[in-house]
């Protein structure tokens, strides 16, 4: 064989050129897959830390909505109409923070960017190599 020069067939060249692009597929996309475990796992710990944290909010607000209810209680209202105006009033500031919190958490980007630009990469160089 000369120095620089290889004496492989054509369609050697392409059969070697499908097998490599096949393992740069295959090695790109078990990239994606860890990458998109590490993001799922980051938005799995903030869910868990919101629901920790709504907990520990909940059992404040218990002992609020009881304070609430007892002063509007002695301001005159009945108890019943001062229990309901609490749980209206707290039910929509409920609302408003679970649908804060559920926006967030579908906004949050788990698709793997840095695999999605090293396929198109692949498939750049992949063209040039054909072409």
């Known amino acids: 064989m000369t120095e620089g020069r290889d004496d492989r067939s054509l369609g050697d060249l392409f059969a070697d050129l499908a097998h490599e692009t096949s393992t740069l597929v295959r090695q790109e996309l078990r990239q ?4 998109m ?10 869910v868990a830390l919101l629901a920790a944290g709504a907990v520990v909010v909940h059992a404040a607000f218990l002992a ?12 005159g209202l009945p108890w019943w109409l001062a229990a309901l105006v609490v749980a209206l009033l707290l039910g929509i500031a409920g609302y408003a923070v679970i649908g804060r919190a559920r ?4 906004q949050a980007d788990i698709l793997p960017r840095h695999t999605i630009d090293n396929l198109k990469e692949d498939q750049e160089w ?3 190599q054909i072409g």
């Open 103 to 106: 926006k967030a958490i579908t």
């Open 126 to 128: 992949a063209k040039e």
């Open 64 to 75: 609020l909505v009881a304070a609430i209810i007892i002063g509007l209680a002695d301001l």
């Open 32 to 35: 994606a897959g860890t990458e």
């Open 37 to 46: 475990g590490q993001r799922a796992s980051g938005v799995g710990k903030d």
